[in-house]
């Protein structure tokens, strides 16, 4: 019998449930804690989300069932996912330490004046640069406006190698290096 990832009670079903960005299989009382993820049988029921030629038909019976479930609550979750704080937050970067620091030396500034002019600790600057810490929403824009980068994941235009100017497609071979 599967058991509920949040308490642990052995239940005969689990409904998929996202909590805090994380997907978890979770019985009836803890399923509360999030908002209830689409399964597969139930996408493949409704159109509402497929192309744009049927969008137009699916609406109209998308709106009426959701409609017709909507005096049960918690079947009208599983038709229709509610968005939560994690759907329009943006991503740090990965390279975001070597953002800092390229930009940071290709202004002449020392970490030092760096964190003077931000009003931070330079402690908080080389933490930043070793990639220790993600810089706090506040930080973050302080950055990106004093050394006039992106620190969000996708926006970056120094990339230029990763553009699509080759016909070639990049494997995962032609990234990793091998250490024998």
């Not at 109209?60 to 979750?77: I, L, T």
């Amino acid at each position: 019998m599967p058991q509920c990832e949040m308490c642990g009670n052995e239940r005969p079903s689990l409904t998929t449930v996202k909590v805090e960005g994380a997907e978890l299989e979770l019985c009836d009382d803890c399923k509360e804690f999030g908002t209830e993820v689409r399964t597969e049988s139930s996408s493949s029921q409704s159109t509402k989300y497929s192309t744009s030629s049927t969008s137009k038909s699916s609406g109209s019976s998308g709106a009426s069932s959701a409609s017709s479930s909507s005096g049960g609550g918690s079947s009208g979750g599983s038709t229709r996912r509610r968005r939560d704080m994690f759907d329009t937050m943006d991503e740090v970067a990965a390279d975001y330490d070597q953002r800092i620091r390229e930009a940071r030396e290709g202004l002449g500034l020392s970490q030092e004046d760096l964190a003077k002019s931000l009003n931070e600790k330079a402690s908080l600057i080389r933490k930043l640069e070793r990639g220790d810490i993600l810089p706090s929403d506040d930080v973050q824009k302080k950055l990106e406006r004093k050394l006039e980068i992106s620190l969000v994941e996708g926006e970056d235009t120094d990339d230029s190698e990763w553009s699509g100017g080759s016909s070639t497609t990049t494997t995962l071979g032609d990234v990793v290096k091998r250490k024998d």
